[in-house]
Structures are given as C-alpha cells and as structure tokens.
C-alpha cells in the first residue's frame, strides 16, 4: 500500500501492524496531539466483507463515549477515496500479552480488569448494541492499569428488526452456543464470551479446549466448563459461580445484564481486600492515661467535635507517613517501573517483599504451628538455607498463616531489577561473584550481599528458584519434559505456575533471568524451588 505522508490533517509517523486495515501512530497538525490512524487497504476496500465491518466500527464507536473504550474522534476518506478512522493512541498491551506476560497483577488486580470491562460492557448493552466479539486481543490495558474495549467491526444494534445473523460471526472459543448455531444474536452473547474471558484471565489457562474447529464447537455445545482449576488454585467461590453462570449453555440462564455482574465483581474486591486487611492490620496498644480533673465544664459537643478533628488529622498524617518495613521486608516504593524484556513501563503501588527467600526455621516453624506437612528430606541442621520442596499450595499456605502472600511476576520483577530496567539486580553488567549461580549447592539467604536489589533484596537472582502467583500455559515442549518427570503425568486441566530468578544450579549468569520465567506444574516440587513473600502497604 503506497501510503502518503498524512492524510487530511493527520501527519502518519509510525507504522503499527495492521491486515486489511493497518494503523499508524500520528500527529493531529492542528491541534497537536498524537493518535492512531486506521486506514483500509485496497485489498480490504474490494471486499466487501471487510470493508462493511470497517464503516461499522466507526459508526458504531463514534457514536458511544465511555472511559473503558476506545475513543473514535474523526472519520473520512482521504482523496484517494481511502476510508480512515481516527482513534485514541494507547500505550500499553492487549489483554492477550498481559495474561501471556504477567501482567495482570494478583487476583484483586485481575478482578479490577474485568470489573472495568464489565462496566464498559454494560455501558454498550444499554445504547442497544451487542458487541459479538470480545477476546482478550480486543481488550486494551494501558501503562496505568486502564481498560479500553476496542474493535467493534462486527458489533450489532439490538434495536433493529434482523436478528439473525444468517452466518457465523465471532472468534470460535468464545462464541457463545447460540452463536454456533447460527441462533439469535442478544445481548447474552457479550454475557457468554465475558465468562470465557474472566476464567482465563483468573488462570492463564483457556477453558475451551480442541484441536479442530469440530471439536472445538462439540465442547462449546455440549461440554461444561472444569472449574477445578480455579478451585485449586483458592479463587473465590463467588467467583467460579460468576464464571458458571455467565457460561451456561441457555442464555435464560445466565445473568440478565452486566449491572449484576458489576455487582458481584465489587462485592468480591470488596470482600478481598477486607480479607488483605484484617490479615496486614496492626494492632495498637495504646497505653492507658489517668483522667485529668478539669477546672472549668465543657459541653459533650465540644468534646465530640475535638475528638473528630484529632482521629481526622491523625488518619491523614498516618496515610502520609509510610509505615516502617516490617521485620525481614523491605519496602519497594510506589511509582513506575520499566517490565519484561521490552522495558514496558508499568505503576504499581508500594508493597514490601521478603528481604531473603522463606528459610527452614521460618518454614519448620510454620509446620509445627499448623501440623502442616513438611517437605521430603527436609534439612533440620541448615536452619538459615532456603526451603525448597515445596508446591506453590504450600507456599501459599506458608504466605496466608503469615498474614502475607505471594508476588506477582510485576511485584518480584520490580523488587529485583528497580524502577530503572536493569539486567541485573546491582546494575548493567554481569558479576557471577555475585550470585550463586552455576554452583553446586544452596547457600544461607543471607549470603550475596553485594548481589542486593535497590531495595536491599537478596539472592533475587539465583540460590533457589522462586515462584510467583502467575498462572500460565506451558508450551508442548515444558509438558512434555513434564510429562516424563511426574507421575501421574500432568493432566490437560492441571494448573501451572511461573517461577523466577533461576537457582544454584543454573548453568551461568544472563540478563534474560532478571525478566524471563520458567514454567512448572502446580504440584511440582524440586530441591532447586522456593519462595518468599509480599504484604500490602495499609
């Protein structure tokens, strides 16, 4: 396509990808600010197909405003006769990248995602259009963790007479089974498609399972979603019945709108973030004051509203004043940071984060308190090394009795490099005397001081493997290397979970394990595998 320098008053800087339709960053002349440009190929102009879907999508989203979706501002068709859409400029990811990537926080930052979809959605719901296509690749998240629903090419109005679609539209593993059938088009689609959706975000696993088109259409059909995974995994049982409902086969039986959906997504953030507190709260003795006798009466009022003032000035000095770090944590500060390979820029809230990885004695101590299981050949005379031989459930049972819980591959990855990129945790430049890496056995985690993060962190490269609460897909590869190393071999619907940092046994020091993962089964346990813990500042 022999594209022009601008087109009308967008100067085009940047080609971004694109198909039949290809999207460009660009300059508005006029009034300065950068946008996207998506301009329809002549490839795309002579079908006829694509060309409808095009004019659809900036018909039907320059006629919606909402904060969760992206922003149509212009529309045209250059001299050229070449139809354009001029659209808000998004930095960030597809929802796709950030559950492949990691990016999606913990549980309570998942659910915030698809709480702002759910809103979006219903906003669309109530100006009578079904969007008929929502995936993860058509939901945006920007640095800031905002949610922009795009893509509106084969969206509908529910307000017209036709209903019937008369041919399948839809991406296949989240098309809901009237779709399939070829049944009327409702809002219940967006309901259907919204529940895929919520169950891989949650998990990083896609519950829709086939190797063809035939098989994958059997299970959308006939099939009911397995939601062991998730129970596995402790996800809130509101949750796995939000997913149930909104994937029932009839759509009379899902919810009727995503209002009550809403609702019960606020409810469960709500109810986990009570949980995070009642868990992280400090208690404060305060000690006791012998009353004064006062010379002179004062009105109950008075009392009341001075008592007022001294609880609001308080409650505000102490939310200004960051809480110290508690014992063996550190503090890793609020603010950006640069993530993954690509040195994304991302913002997180301050959190503190095990100063070394979870040792035997803080380990056999937690077992003894709770009679939890301790791991096999378990090292009673190396009391300052790592536990290792540990599943991810025990490391979160460990992380839940100590009022803390595990970090997310953003929330290890910032403690380790900093907010600067950094290949390593004390720089650019590789020093094996730092770490222990390439060795031949676990070091005391106070060891490698000159190996500490920013923050003060060690041995967040190296010693023992760590992981991280991030749910995943393996590649055919990881299971089959598994497959032959667990017994019984992992089964399709098993979780899996990433681990960071290498360990003692890796073959050398490289830049790729600051920001890199491995990929393991969730009851895998090996003698090179630990963890350590994150807590919520409050």
């Not at 960053?25 to 329809?40: C, F, N, P, S």
């Not at 354009?84 to 913990?106: Q, Y």
């Not at 060891?447 to 041995?459: E, I, K, R």
Request: with cysteine; glycine share 8%; charged share 25%.
């Amino acid at each position: 396509m022999d594209l022009p320098a601008r087109i009308g008053k967008y100067e085009l800087e940047e080609f971004l990808g694109g198909g039949m339709s290809q999207v460009f960053r660009a300059r508005d002349t006029v009034i300065g600010r950068t946008v996207a440009v998506k301009i329809l190929t002549e490839k795309g102009r002579e079908d006829g197909e694509v060309k409808a879907r095009f004019l659809a999508e900036a018909r039907t989203a320059g006629n919606i405003s909402h904060e969760n979706i992206l922003g149509i501002y212009d529309f045209g068709e250059d001299d050229q006769h070449r139809p354009f859409i001029v659209m808000e400029f998004l930095r960030g990811e597809d929802l796709r990248s950030a559950i492949k990537n990691g990016h999606t926080g913990d549980l309570s930052g998942k659910l915030r995602i698809a709480l702002q979809l759910a809103r979006a959605l219903e906003y669309v719901h109530s100006q009578s259009i079904v969007h008929r296509d929502l995936k993860p690749e058509n939901v945006h998240l920007t640095g800031d963790g905002h949610v922009k629903l795009m893509d509106f090419g084969i969206s509908k109005r529910t307000d017209l007479d036709l209903t019937r679609t008369g041919y399948m539209v839809g991406t296949p593993y989240y098309m809901a089974p009237e779709q399939v059938n070829g049944g009327d088009i409702t809002p219940q689609v967006d309901v259907y498609a919204f529940g895929i959706l919520l169950y891989e975000l949650i998990s990083g696993i896609h519950p829709i399972r086939g190797e063809t088109m035939e098989r994958v259409f059997y299970s959308i059909l006939s099939q009911s979603l397995d939601l062991e995974p998730l129970r596995q995994s402790r996800i809130p049982e509101s949750i796995c019945r939000l997913i149930e409902e909104c994937t029932a086969k009839e759509a009379a039986r899902r919810p009727r709108g995503f209002t009550s959906i809403c609702g019960s997504l606020e409810r469960v953030i709500a109810e986990t973030k009570q949980t995070s507190a009642e868990q992280s709260a400090p208690t404060l003795v305060m000690p006791e004051r012998q009353p004064v006798p006062s010379s002179r009466p004062r009105s109950w009022w008075m009392i009341a509203v001075l008592a007022v003032a001294l609880a609001a000035a308080a409650a505000v000095f102490f939310a200004l004043r960051p809480a110290p770090a508690p014992a063996d944590m550190v503090l890793v500060p609020a603010g950006p940071f640069l993530f993954g390979e690509n040195k994304e820029r991302f913002t997180r809230a301050a959190f503190y984060i095990d100063r070394t990885e979870v040792t035997n004695a803080a380990y056999m101590a937690f077992c003894t308190a709770t009679h939890h299981e301790m791991p096999p050949d378990f090292p009673r005379d190396k009391p300052e090394y790592p536990v290792v031989n540990v599943t991810i459930r025990d490391a979160q049972d460990f992380a839940r009795a100590a009022g803390k819980r595990l970090p997310t591959a953003q929330e290890w990855e910032k403690a380790a490099r900093g907010a600067d990129g950094r290949l390593f945790p004390w720089g650019s430049q590789p020093d094996a005397a730092r770490v222990n890496i390439g060795a031949q056995m676990l070091r005391p985690v106070p060891d490698f001081t000159a190996g500490a993060s920013p923050y003060g962190a060690l041995q967040m490269l190296g010693n023992a493997w760590e992981f991280v609460d991030q749910m995943t897909t393996p590649s055919p590869g990881t299971r089959a290397y598994f497959a032959t190393r667990l017994m019984p071999p992992p089964a399709p619907e098993e979780p899996w979970y990433a681990i960071r940092g290498g360990a003692f046994n890796t073959e050398k020091l490289d830049g790729r394990l600051i920001w890199d993962s491995a990929v393991v089964p969730a009851r895998w346990r090996n003698p090179n595998l630990g963890f350590r813990c994150v807590r919520d500042v409050r």
